[in-house]
């Protein structure tokens, strides 16, 4: 959209809405790009901590955080070039939560805070977790924020239903790949991957050569699909009440979870139902004007 010169006064994003959402709105999109574009599994696993006792979650989500302020230098929410704001949810009492204001790299990992897997985030007496569990599509912040013509992304039409994948071989093939990996990791960071590996073979279902063809789903994709087809359902009911004039649904069913390595198919197939949808963007902004 960029590149058509397409410019939004106010961006509002859930979960990995609101990390990309907070780069294109404080000026850093052309920092995450290329970072994310040169990811592999190695730096995947090198930038996750695990914790698994007292924190909320599997994975304490620090490297990642200091990443956020690497980038975002400390900005404030308030004085960010594009007005933005970030949603979570306080996990005592369910109630949804704006963040448009402090500190723009809390407000990131707050919303990002996959229950179970990321560790939660203090706010005064609350925790705050991912706001894709009361508002994954927040059309209703940009109208709030002023915004005439809403355009929205959905992430989760696509993944219920097909969250369970084919059998495969990883636990043989994938186990391998990711021993080499670990091994060529500092001397510091291999237990730790090994940590990581070991739940993620544990949890991630599939088949080995010789096994039964359909294996009960891992614990990790029973978790991630739950919270697709819930997000998905919330989507549909929000949107019902307040439609957006644009839904964009891109394919990814066939991305994990924590697949960053692949970004950059992601980003392509992001790029291609936008250059498909631009007619329509430019009547809607026609129209607007």
């Known amino acids: 959209m960029e590149k058509a010169g397409v410019e939004p006064a106010v961006v509002a994003g859930t979960s990995i809405g609101a990390l990309v959402g907070a780069f294109y709105a404080a000026g ?20 996750l901590d695990p914790k698994l006792r007292g924190s909320g ?33 306080t996990l005592g009492r369910g109630a949804e939560v704006w963040l448009h204001e402090g500190d723009v790299a809390d407000a990131v990992r707050a919303s990002t805070a996959l229950p179970g897997i990321l560790s939660p985030v203090p706010r005064g007496k609350d925790w705050l977790v991912d706001g894709g569990l009361v508002n994954p599509v927040p059309v209703s912040v940009c109208r709030a924020f002023g915004a005439d013509v809403v355009i929205a992304v959905n992430l989760n039409g696509d993944l219920v239903g097909r969250h369970i994948r084919e059998p495969t071989h990883h636990a043989g093939n994938h186990s391998l790949e990711m021993d080499k990996l670990i091994q060529q990791l500092p001397k510091g960071m291999r237990e730790r991957a090994q940590v990581l ?15 039964e063809k359909n294996p009960a789903p891992g614990v990790f994709e029973v978790l991630a699909g739950s919270l697709n087809i819930m997000q998905d359902r919330i989507t549909r009911s929000r949107m019902a009440g307040d439609p957006p004039e644009l ?43």
């Open 197 to 211: 590996a070991g739940l993620w073979d544990s949890w991630s279902g599939g088949a080995a050569e010789g096994q």
């Open 28 to 47: 850093q999109l052309d920092a995450l790009e290329p970072w994310v574009r040169n990811l592999g599994r190695r730096e995947v696993i090198g930038m």
């Open 57 to 89: 979650g599997l994975i304490e989500g620090q490297r990642l955080h200091d990443f956020y302020h690497e980038h975002l230098a400390g900005a404030d929410l308030e004085s960010l070039p594009v007005r933005f704001a970030a949603v979570a949810t």
């Open 247 to 289: 839904l964009l649904s891109p394919r990814l069913a066939h991305i994990g979870l924590l697949e960053f390595h692949r970004a950059e198919e992601a980003i392509g197939i992001g790029e291609g139902i936008v250059e498909r949808m631009m007619p329509s963007i430019n009547d809607l902004l026609g129209h607007a004007k």
